[in-house]
């Protein structure tokens, strides 16, 4: 039996950079993510964490506090989370799950203040929306109307 690898989530440092640029997602995939490597910039209030296993990169997203997330939530306390991406390579092994597993434990120790996590899936992603719903976020019944249809507002609440 393969030996369950140590998963651990860390803020972006350039030392990722170059293992994160070489991610791939298949084109289905794309129309619901984004790679890494469009994410060298960010803004204030966007927050780039990697999904290591065993210190290498196998996923990536971002926690925003900024404008954004006023569309999804009216709580001034919440983060929003988005461009949730597995290297293609290292799907299926459940990194997407012991990385969203751990990330209520993440948020509290990093961002204290947060006590909600939002995020959006398309319609049509079945995969993720089936994750986020096993990692304890659940569906607001609120819709949008996002790039490529409609959109499901997920939420968690951080005690």
């Known amino acids: 039996m393969e030996k369950l690898k140590r998963v651990e989530l860390k803020h972006f440092s350039s030392e990722y950079i170059e293992e994160l640029n070489t991610f791939v997602l298949t084109e289905e ?71 969203m597993t751990l990330l209520v434990k993440f948020v509290k120790t990093e961002f204290p203040n947060c006590n909600e996590l939002v995020l959006v899936v398309d319609k049509d992603n079945i995969p993720a929306q089936k994750l986020y719903l096993k990692v304890g976020f659940e569906d607001t019944n609120e819709r949008l109307i996002g790039r490529i249809g409609e959109e499901i507002i997920m939420r968690q609440l951080i005690k």
Do not use: C
């Not at 927050?47 to 954004?68: C, K």
């Open 29 to 99: 995939q794309k129309q619901f993510s984004s790679l890494p490597s469009k994410f060298e910039e960010v803004t204030e209030g966007q927050y780039r964490i990697v999904i290591l296993s065993d210190n290498t990169p196998v996923g990536f997203f971002l926690l925003n506090s900024n404008e954004r997330v006023k569309k999804y939530s009216n709580n001034l306390n919440a983060l929003l989370l988005t461009a949730l991406s597995i290297n293609h390579s290292e799907q299926g092994k459940g990194y997407a799950k012991q990385g």
